[in-house]
């Protein structure tokens, strides 16, 4: 079967919600939030320009919008069930024992101050300080599909400091304040304790500059390419704190090999690349690299990574999982463009948990069928996206601040996929098993 999807194809995996929603159906004890949960999920999958409270209920002929705002703000549900339900979906749909873990933040442009965790911060949807919530979140990709499958809502010590603030945005006493690093640590806990397989993980400087984290992932096994600051130091056998860009800038003309980190929205992806050996005790089983990404436009423009791997690891894995860094950002793109991610209008802390929860159960099912129908040889018409945010470290296939506005959507649009080529949270006991790695 080929050609262009049409219309009708479309609004036909849209009707397929009740697949996903059936996962998490169990975890409402009335009837009313079960429907208005499906039904808000259409609405964030719908055309509609703005998706919050009124204007899908109207789309859903509720006369107002009372219904799904219990559902966001008063009903008895578990967010955090729900979370875990779409995971599992998730793994059930795309799981792969060579798939990589993503972990990034975005922002939520708001107005006002009692939302909670709002306040002037550094938010990559703007590119620069506004008035923001910034989220941390875990992606999944595969060769098949990207998609998000955890969150956590990050609250700067000015609002954890204030219990009476929070209590008015009905954050519980017990959550106290934690770092971006804190949630990521969490996400990861949660996918190692739920057995979810994966081989590596991968997240932007703002992560992999802290030894810290990297030290942490090392004890559980994990393994890794973050990347890092040009200024970060590392153990070589000649040196305790040897700078990442002196170490790189002394490797041989040979040891650069151009290589694609997979395809990106222009194409291949390619660069040239080089690796160094650091730590230089022995681990059985293990090594421990920097690794370079040079344009081959300005030779000037390097970046840097600091990896964890299996024995014998070749480069070629190396550059390609962190070409995968890329795909949270296209998920960040698509799930607000298309699953409403970024349109609401709630205040209280647990809300902006729910909502968060049921637009990622929308995109996840979106992207895991249209894998199906890839599968098929449907050949899929993409829609002009917005522009994504502009990352910490520019993707290299678009400019670091596009000012592009935003197109207007005639339809609902399909979630892309990635290239083949390229309320209290209870801790679980963690994974003791080292992922599998990439091959």
Known sequence: MGGDLEAGDVWRWVAGLEEVHERFVHRFQRSEPRESALAYMHGLVS???????????ERAGHDRPDRLQRLLNTCDWDADEVRDDVREFVVGRLGDRQAVLIVDDTGFLKKGVRSAGVQRQYTGTAGRVENSQVGTFLAYATNAGHTLIDRELYLPASWTDDRERCRAAAIPDEVAFATKIDHAKAMIERALAARVPFAWLTADEAYGQVKGLRYWLEQRGVFHVLATRRTDTVVTSSRMDHPVDELVAGLPRQAWKRRSCGRGAHGERVY?????????????????????????????????YVCFAPEGTALNTLLTVAGRRWTIEECFQTAKNECGLDHYQVRKYHAWYRHITLAMAAHAYLTTVRVEELKKGIR????????????????????????????????????????????????QPLQTTRPQPLK
């Open 272 to 304: 040239d690349w080089a690796r160094a050996p650091i730590r230089p005790w022995r681990e059985e089983g293990v090594e421990h690299w920097v690794l370079a990404r040079r344009s081959i436009t300005d030779p000037t423009e390097i970046a840097y």
């Open 47 to 57: 055309s509609l320009e703005r998706k919050n409270a009124w204007t899908v209920a």
């Open 380 to 427: 899929i018409r993409r829609t002009a996206p917005r522009p994504a945010e502009p990352a910490r470290d520019p993707p290299p296939d678009r400019p670091p601040h596009s000012t592009s506005p935003s197109p207007v959507r005639p339809g609902p649009a399909l979630v892309p996929l990635a290239q083949a080529s390229a309320t209290p949270r209870t801790r």
